[in-house]
């Protein structure tokens, strides 16, 4: 069922993010870019792949750094997208056990 997974959970309310595009070249991977500049690269769809990274970060254990380490393991993470509060991007996050 997926109890042996470490898990992350990150909320974000939805806001205007005037150095979106500056975030996300330094800190998107070039997937979550993509997909970012598909929604139409507005703060919305910024906030939702912002809260799917730290979400995957926290469950790898990395907390809100961002470290090469942390790069190579997104991977390792599965992420969901969660409609739980109008007004907010959520995301959870399950680490794959190693």
């Known amino acids: ?33 993509a997909r970012w500049l598909a929604e139409g690269a507005g703060a919305e769809a910024f906030l939702r792949a912002w809260t799917r990274l730290e979400a995957s ?4 254990g990395f907390g ?3 470290a090469e380490g942390a790069r190579a393991s997104l991977d390792d993470v599965e992420v969901l997208n969660l ?3 109008p007004g907010h991007a959520v995301a959870l996050a399950r680490a794959f056990p190693r």
């Open 1 to 33: 069922m997926g109890y042996d997974r470490e898990i992350g959970v990150d909320v974000e309310r939805l806001r205007e993010i005037p150095e979106a595009s500056d975030l996300a070249a330094r800190h998107l991977s070039s997937v979550e870019r």
């Open 57 to 60: 970060l926290k469950a790898l």
């Open 64 to 66: 809100l750094t961002i």
């Open 83 to 85: 409609d739980l509060l």
